[in-house]
């Protein structure tokens, strides 16, 4: 191994330990935030899923501008602003409740300028790992990443169930905050110093970003997929994921450390799809690895409203299980799929875009599970949710050319991909 490859490797493993201890202390804060909600303040369905709608809203009103400021800037100090900024926010809600101030105003603008700071964090992260990494090793450190997360979407939520049993909700919180300390550490002492990206004639802010959305739609591998997880999201990102906690609480009578623990344990999907999605895209084509994920996402959440009876948990775990791998397969290949088509200048504002769209649609999904719960019952609305999904498995299942790619293929190249204006 050169020199250079081992600097890069050891960046990498420093990226890779931040995000590790990062992702533990994240997968804390959405099962504790409506716990808080629930517990401390005795909220109802729509004001839980009111915070998933504060927390996503910034996606929606500034993920688009974020991806043009970020392509201005070097991307490892947007990074560590970021995760100090996230510290100190979640900071809040502990100190509140200890003051005897605690509201969910209060809850919902620290779930808000949380959410402004994961949206210049998330965007600046996914153009900053192609700076670090060798293309031909995007897929094999993506998948690194993603096994991180499933640890901690595996360990997080039974955590947080277990914290909550001896302490306080709001002071569980704390764990988050010192878990991006952790990671702006890591982040520090990464040696590669990227300058900021080179001079390019800097265009007006619409107009760029004008450019960028231009260039996803009319991209004929990119754009079913964001239409594919736009849907997706706005089903179960939006409306199931919003009132999981609800549904297990009070729709199937579960503890709250139980709720938390099989949020745990379901996650083992993801570790499942971490460690074997290159596997299965080297055999299967990338393509059709993610429709096959797709489908089983949508098989996942279809599980989640029979849960019910004897086999409620069972049916719980197993559905979210299920929807987990499928997610994290998916989830691999598509970011790796476009971060290798997207032209390295034009990566912010791409990585922006499509997270406009896609998380841009949770907010408006999360409201209206809100107004479905209230209205028709938390059975009823996953019902719905369930069946919206198959939308999703539809456009890239009949509309992706990517879906006809053999093994070892990437996907089909087109002349919108070979001539990408900047």
Request: aromatic share 8%.
């Amino acid at each position: 191994m050169t020199e250079q490859a081992k600097h890069a490797e050891r960046d990498f493993r420093l990226l890779w330990a931040g995000q590790t201890v990062s992702q533990l202390g994240s997968q804390i804060t959405p099962v504790v935030l409506p716990l808080v909600a629930l517990r401390a303040l005795d909220a109802g369905n729509s004001a839980v899923a009111g915070l998933v709608t504060a927390q996503f809203l910034p996606f929606l009103l500034l993920g688009l501008p974020a991806g043009v400021w970020v392509d201005r800037l070097a991307r490892r100090p947007v990074l560590i602003v970021c995760d100090l900024g996230r510290a100190l926010v979640l900071l809040a809600v502990p100190v509140a409740y200890l003051f005897g101030s605690l509201s969910l105003p209060l809850l919902y603008l620290v779930a808000c300028l949380h959410g402004t700071l994961t949206v210049f964090f998330d965007v600046a992260y996914q153009t900053y790992l192609p700076e670090i990494v060798a293309k031909e090793r995007l897929a094999h450190a993506n998948g690194r990443l993603e096994l991180s997360r499933s640890g901690a979407q595996i360990a997080g939520p039974g955590l947080a169930g277990l914290l909550v049993s001896f302490l306080r909700a709001p002071l569980v919180l704390l764990a988050d905050s010192v878990s991006y300390l952790w990671s702006a550490l890591f982040l520090w002492r990464i040696r590669t110093r990227a300058p900021a990206p080179r001079d390019r004639a800097k265009q007006h802010l619409l107009k760029e970003v004008a450019t960028a959305l231009r260039w996803v739609f009319s991209h004929r591998t990119l754009a079913p997929l964001v239409v594919c997880l736009a849907l997706l999201n706005f089903f179960s990102g939006g409306i199931m994921y919003s009132l999981l906690i609800p549904y297990a609480v009070r729709e199937l009578g579960m503890p709250a450390g139980t709720a938390g623990l099989l949020l745990g344990l379901s996650n083992i999907g993801f570790v499942a799809g971490a460690l074997l999605a290159s596997r299965i895209g080297r055999r299967f084509g990338t393509g059709p690895a993610m429709t096959g994920a797709v489908a089983l996402n949508v098989l996942g959440m279809g599980l989640l409203p029979l849960a019910a009876g004897t086999w409620a948990k069972g049916v719980f775990l197993a559905g979210m299980a299920i929807a987990w791998f499928g997610t994290v397969v998916f989830n691999i290949h598509q970011v790796t799929l476009r971060q290798t088509l997207t032209p390295p200048e034009m990566l912010g504002r791409v990585n922006a875009s499509i997270r406009f769209v896609i998380w841009g649609v949770i907010p408006l999904g999360a409201t209206t599970g809100g107004f479905l719960a209230e209205q028709t019952g938390l059975r009823t609305t996953f019902s719905v949710a369930a069946v919206g999904g198959v939308l999703g498995f539809l456009v890239i299942a009949l509309a992706s050319p990517a879906r006809r790619a053999a093994p070892q293929e990437r996907a089909p190249e087109t002349d919108t991909e070979r001539q990408a204006p900047v």
